[in-house]
Nanobody, 117 residues
């Protein structure tokens, strides 16, 4: 299983950030699968953001729920994260992962997102 994140790299404050994870070797609709986003801000630890399940159900950590949307594109075997009105604190390395039985099994290499003022 391989995952690859893609994103703009640099985004301005108040703009919308869109990140995409392309999956190979597995399917975003595989039964009981989950697809997750993790971030690591500069100098800090890993933080789980949320996930989208094989059926399209989503879960977000409460602090990010208001501005974050997780979606999936089954025809492209991709899942995405959109953040509205980004702020500098969104700056981080973002990882997409598989989620099976509550274990983050496979990870993408990560993509850097920097929010400029």
């Amino acid at each position: 299983v391989q995952l690859q994140e893609s994103g703009p790299g640099l985004v301005k404050s108040s703009e919308t950030l869109s990140l995409t994870c392309t999956v190979s070797g597995d399917s975003v609709t595989a039964k009981y699968s989950g697809w997750s986003w993790i971030r690591q801000p500069p100098g800090k630890g890993l933080e789980w953001i949320g996930y989208i399940s094989y059926s399209g159900r989503t879960y977000y950590i409460p602090s990010l729920k208001s501005r974050t949307t997780l979606s999936r594109y089954t025809s492209k075997n991709q899942f995405t994260r959109q953040v509205n009105s980004v702020i500098p604190e969104v700056t981080a390395v973002y990882f997409c992962t598989t989620l099976r039985s509550m274990v983050l099994t496979f990870w993408g290499p990560g993509t850097q997102v920097t929010v400029s003022a």
